[in-house]
């Protein structure tokens, strides 16, 4: 089990950019696929971006890439995600997730360890 500790989120204009991060405690942080999702209100909570421990390998949501990007620092314990252009539609309580599979699952039942997320709210 590891845990995972989000922060990084605030109230950001149409057009900003934020940097979230998630420090992780317990297990060995760099064997772990590592995710972000989301979760508007009123909505499910949906995959964001991810990164495999095997082979650094990425992923995104449609409604995010060329945006967004996911990183991290296996020395330092933390994943981030540098989120650009910001839009109102990206307001959510953003959750990072872990996972010991190879590759990148985009379903939240898949991931067996969360953060407390962290919100983000972009204002027009």
């Known amino acids: 089990q590891v845990q995972l500790v989000e922060s990084g989120g605030g109230l950001v204009q149409v057009g900003g950019s934020l940097r979230l991060s998630c420090v992780a405690s317990g297990r060995t942080f760099s064997s772990y696929t590592m995710g972000w999702f989301r979760q508007a209100p009123g909505k499910e909570r949906e995959f964001v971006a991810g990164i495999s421990w095997f082979s650094g390998s990425t992923a995104y949501a449609e409604s995010v890439k060329g945006r967004f990007t996911i990183s991290r620092d296996n020395a330092k314990n933390t994943l981030y995600l540098q989120m650009n252009s910001l839009k109102p539609e990206d307001t959510a309580v953003y959750y990072c997730?872990?996972?010991?599979?190879?590759?990148?699952?985009?379903?939240?039942?898949?991931?067996?360890?969360w953060g407390q997320g962290t919100q983000v709210t972009v204002s027009s």
């Open positions: 997730a872990a996972d010991v599979s190879i590759r990148i699952p985009t379903t939240e039942s898949r991931y067996n360890d």
